[in-house]
């Protein structure tokens, strides 16, 4: 590629900004086109660099100058700007691809429908506790691109999104992570699962023998789609189910045992995550460890001390004997499915947001064995209204995250739960995930 290829970023957030960066530091001509409006701190350091950018809207004809495009992942392929790039034949990738063509150092990939943050959190925190030089970046830290853009690291721990996953050319981690694969986003997937499954599974399509592919053994949808997908690399299998020969499993006892051809295998029996879903989390991250060569009295005290993460199966606080949990990040019917099952008490559960295809069938057990009642905080709560009014004494809608937390709390009684685990995206009342669950967060302390 010669230093004067024209670079086009389109979109600034996080990523785009950390492309166009990257792009600078390399000495590439760059420029930057946002649809919307770009966040202040943004636009000051995209100022800072020199970068030329624009917002409220992509001027087609400098876009498609472009000797190279590098698309941030939350603009679908079917806007307009994409389909003009792709009809010009002008090379399209991601923000991941870009950073891994600069990376020096080696790259533990995850993704999943769930789970990726955790076991995200988690690896870095193993190696960190190696003292290891590491970054922890992607859809968790900074970008990709910005933290190879600023300093070289021996490893980086990167949370992948399928979107990230779409346009890969050579994207090649040395561990790649696979958590599981449920229905989520099929909206940007022309609602075809096998669409969905393919982006998850393009996270090991450039390996190699060299190179390692850590997958659930006991996910279905895995399962479903891993011939037809499986990378060629050393394939290791995790599960709750099963012993593996080569991987990670729970023995009668409850431990996880983690086992390598030519290493010492390993048992860890305390974990500071608890549940079934942390369970898997743990035996990912603990895998990932241990081919990495880290210590295996470290790998336990990293399992074992590590503290739960913020806006995930969160506590936060008892009122009047109630307890209130922030599952904001259960973006999907699978989060909830885990969240649901791991409730120990009667549950008021908040449900409702941006709804992407949901298929809420498997709720249908929990929510009749551990729901009492259930708040709508939505705009259009019409399906889960049709899906689950006849499940539970009391459904009732909110107008908001306010009004959501009063009407919850009028409904509990001491030793109960209250859980907010929407199920849906946030975009209809909130910024994201994290707003919402800071709301909730904040409502509940006014109680």
Request: aromatic content about 8%.
């Given at each position: ?141 900074d970008s990709f691109a910005a933290s190879v853009a600023e300093k070289d690291h021996d490893y980086y721990v990167l949370e992948v999104s ?98 390598l051809k030519n290493q010492e295998a390993m048992s860890i029996n305390e974990l500071a995550l608890q549940g079934k879903h942390n369970a ?112 539970v004494p009391f459904m009732i809608d909110a107008a908001d995250m306010d009004e959501a937390v009063r009407i919850s709390y009028k409904l ?36």
């Open positions: 590629m010669s230093t004067k290829e024209h670079i086009v970023v389109l979109g600034g957030g996080e990523s785009g900004y950390g492309a166009a960066l990257l792009a600078k530091r390399n000495g590439y001509p760059v420029f930057l086109s946002d649809g919307g409006t770009l966040k202040d701190k943004y636009k000051q350091r995209l100022q800072a660099e020199n970068i030329s950018f624009e917002e409220g809207g992509h001027t087609e004809e400098k876009v498609l100058q472009a000797g190279l495009v590098i698309k941030s992942p939350g603009i679908p392929e079917k806007a307009t700007i994409v389909k003009s790039i792709r009809a010009k034949n002008i090379p399209l990738i991601s923000e991941v691809e870009w950073a891994y063509r600069f990376c020096k150092g080696k790259v533990i990939a995850i993704t999943g429908s769930n789970g990726k943050t955790t076991t995200t959190m988690l690896t870095h925190h193993i190696l960190k506790n190696a003292q290891l030089d590491v970054a922890m970046v992607g859809n968790i830290g399928s979107f990230q996953l779409d346009d890969i050319t050579s994207f090649k981690p040395h561990i790649a992570i696979l958590t599981n694969i449920t229905p989520d986003h099929l909206d940007r997937y022309d609602y075809k699962m096998e669409n969905y499954a393919r982006s998850k599974f393009a996270i090991g399509r450039y390996q190699d023998e060299k190179d390692y592919f850590i997958y659930t053994l006991d996910d279905p949808e895995t399962l479903n789609y891993f011939e037809e997908h499986k990378p060629h690399s050393h394939m290791l299998p995790i599960s709750l189910e099963k012993q593996v020969e080569e991987g990670a499993f729970t023995d009668e006892q409850n431990n996880i045992q983690i086992n898997y989390n743990s035996m990912a991250a603990g895998l990932a460890g241990k081919l990495l060569g880290i210590r295996k009295e470290v790998i336990r005290e990293s399992l074992a001390g590590f503290e739960s993460i913020e806006h995930r199966l969160e506590p936060v606080l008892q009122v009047y004997g109630i307890e209130f949990i922030n599952d904001s990040k259960a973006t999907n019917v699978n989060s909830t499915w885990y969240a649901l099952e791991s409730m120990q008490k009667p549950t008021i559960w908040i449900v409702g947001g941006v709804d992407k295809g949901n298929d809420y069938s498997q709720l249908h057990k929990l929510v009749k064995e551990k729901v009492k009642a259930i708040v709508c905080l939505g705009v259009d709560n019409t399906k889960l209204h049709a899906e689950f009014e006849e499940m509990g009684t001491k030793d109960d739960a209250v859980l907010l685990s929407p199920c849906c995206a946030s975009f209809d009342l909130f910024e994201n995930y994290e707003d919402r669950g800071r709301q909730f967060k904040a409502a509940v302390r006014r109680l």
